[in-house]
C-alpha cells in the first residue's frame, strides 16, 4: 500500500469514527484495521515511506514514573509506578489500583496470577526493628476487582540456601528484585542483585537468578553465571529478564524452551556485553546448565549492519522483552540513549525487509534519543525508558520520564 493510498484510508477510516458508524466497524474484512479501531489511531502523517515504527495513539498517561509494563494473558496492561500497580484494559481505560510499596517490576502467568516486585517492612533487626526487605507479591483475581495476595517471597527467606545463615542486617536491606519473568509450565525466574556475592560461599551470591516453582517454593538457581566479573554469562547489577514464553495464550502451544535474555544496568560497572542470552540445557545426569550464546558473536554483514553483541552497545539497558510469535524478536530500552532497539534471534539489529522489496539486509528499525533540543515528547522520542513489552505486533514502552505508556506498530504490519 503506497502512502497516498494509506493517507485516504485512514481519512475513511477517521470519518466513519466521528459518524459513530458501529455497524460499518462490525464488517471490516480487515481484522489488522479492526484491531487499530479497538486499540487506537495512526496518524497517517506519521507513517513512514520505507520501513518504521509508527505511534498508536492515544499514548497512556496519568501515571507517575511509570517503570515497567506488561500486558498479561488475561490481555489486561499492567503498569507499576510510584503509586504501585495499576491495570488497564487495551484503551487504557484504568479502573484499578494495588498499593505496592516499592513496586518495580510485573508478569503474569499463564493461571492468570500476577507477580510484582516491591519492598516490605518486617522487625527483622536488632531489638525486633524494622528493616526494609525485597518482595516479589503473588496477587490473583487482578482481573475482576477484587485482588487477593495469596503470597509474598521475602528475602532472605525465599531463597533456599539462607535457610541456615544469619540475618545480615544492611547487606540483605540493599538487595533488590530486579526482574520478573515465567516458563510455560508457570516457573518464575526472580533476578536479584546485592553487595555479596563470593562464588565460595555457602550461600548464593546475591547476583544471580532464583527459581520458582507455581507454589512459590524456591527450586533452583541459575548456576553457573559469573556475579562479579563481567562475561558472556555474567550476572552483575542485573536489571531485567525475560523467557521465550509470554501471552497471548496460543492454540499451537507455547514455547517450553527455559532459555532467557537479561541485562545489566550498573553503570558503576565497566561490562562489555550488557544484554545476554543465556540458552539452558537440561541433561539427566548433569542437572541443568545455564551457558553462553557465543554464536551471537558471529557478525553476518551481509544480513545486518549492528549486532547484538557488539562491545559496549548499550550504556544502561533497563528492560527487554522477547516476542512470543515465530519472528521471536527482541526488544531493549535504553535509558542512557533514551531509545528502543529491536534485533532479530539472531542478534541482528532490525527487522526482516518486506517481501519483494529487494532488500537483503536486515532494517534497522530502532529509534529514541532525547528529541529535536532535548524535547523528549515526541512521539518518537524518550525519557529514560525503563520498561517494554510486546503483544500482538504492538510493542508497548513505559516512558517513565514523560509519565507515559507509547505504542507503536511496524508499519509493514499495518498494509
Known amino acids: 500500500m503506497n502512502v497516498k493510498a494509506i493517507h485516504i484510508f485512514f481519512g475513511i477510516a477517521i470519518s466513519l469514527l466521528f459518524t459513530s458508524c458501529s455497524a460499518l466497524f462490525g464488517n471490516k474484512e480487515d481484522e489488522q484495521v479492526n484491531e487499530i479501531f479497538v486499540q487506537g489511531a495512526i496518524d497517517p502523517n506519521l507513517i513512514p515511506q520505507t520501513v518504521g515504527y509508527v505511534p498508536v495513539y492515544p499514548f497512556f498517561q496519568g ?47 499463564r493461571r492468570l496470577h500476577t507477580y510484582v516486585c516491591g519492598r516490605v517492612e518486617l522487625p527483622r533487626g536488632a531489638g525486633g526493628a524494622l528493616v526494609n526487605l525485597p518482595a516479589v507479591y503473588h496477587l490473583m483475581n487482578t482481573a475482576t476487582g477484587n485482588y487477593v495476595i495469596v503470597d509474598t517471597l521475602i528475602h532472605p527467606d525465599c531463597d533456599a540456601s539462607r535457610g541456615a545463615t544469619a ?24 533476578s536479584r542483585t546485592g553487595p555479596r556475592n563470593d562464588p565460595n560461599a555457602f550461600f548464593r551470591p546475591d547476583n ?30 542485573i536489571s531485567a529478564i525475560a523467557t521465550l514464553a509470554a501471552p497471548p495464550q496460543r492454540q499451537q502451544g507455547i514455547n517450553t524452551g527455559k532459555s532467557f535474555m537479561l541485562t545489566q544496568a550498573d553503570a558503576t560497572l565497566n561490562i562489555e556485553y550488557r544484554t545476554l542470552h543465556i540458552t ?49 524478536y527482541s526488544f531493549i530500552v535504553d535509558s542512557g540513549t533514551d531509545s528502543l532497539y529491536i534485533f532479530t534471534n539472531q542478534g541482528i539489529e532490525g527487522v526482516n525487509p518486506p517481501a519483494n522489496s529487494g532488500l537483503k539486509k536486515q532494517v534497522a528499525v530502532s529509534f529514541g534519543g532525547p528529541g529535536i533540543d532535548g524535547n523528549s515528547g515526541g512521539p518518537f522520542s524518550f525519557k529514560d525508558p525503563s520498561g517494554v513489552c510486546y503483544f500482538r505486533r504492538m510493542i508497548f514502552v513505559a516512558d517513565k520520564g514523560n509519565n507515559r505508556i507509547c505504542r507503536y506498530m511496524l508499519s509493514t504490519d499495518l498494509q
Not at 171 to 182: H, I, M, N, P, S
Not at 208 to 226: C, E, K, P, S, Y
Not at 285 to 309: H, I, M, P, V
Request: proline residues 6%.
Open 63 to 109: 501515571f507517575s514514573n511509570p517503570i515497567d509494563v506488561f500486558v498479561g494473558y488475561d490481555e489486561l496492561v499492567y503498569v507499576v509506578d510510584d503509586n504501585g500497580l495499576n491495570i488497564l484494559d487495551q484503551k487504557g481505560t484504568k479502573y484499578q489500583n494495588i498499593p505496592i510499596p516499592g513496586a518495580t517490576d510485573v508478569t503474569q502467568d
Open 167 to 190: 540475618f545480615r542486617g544492611t547487606d540483605d536491606e540493599k538487595v533488590q528484585f530486579t526482574g520478573l519473568a515465567t516458563l510455560h509450565d508457570n516457573t518464575l525466574y526472580v
Open 280 to 328: 539452558v540445557s537440561d541433561d539427566p545426569d548433569a542437572g541443568t546448565s545455564y551457558n553462553e550464546t557465543s554464536s551471537l558473536l558471529n557478525y553476518d554483514y551481509s544480513k545486518g549492519d549492528r549486532f547484538l553483541y557488539q562491545p559496549f552497545r548499550f550504556k544502561n539497558p533497563e528492560d527487554c522483552f522477547i516476542a512470543p510469535d515465530a519472528l521471536q
Open 208 to 237: 544471580g537468578i532464583l527459581l520458582f516453582d507455581a507454589d512459590g517454593l524456591n527450586v533452583g538457581f541459575a548456576n553457573g553465571l559469573t556475579p562479579n566479573s563481567p562475561s558472556l554469562k555474567s550476572a552483575m547489577g
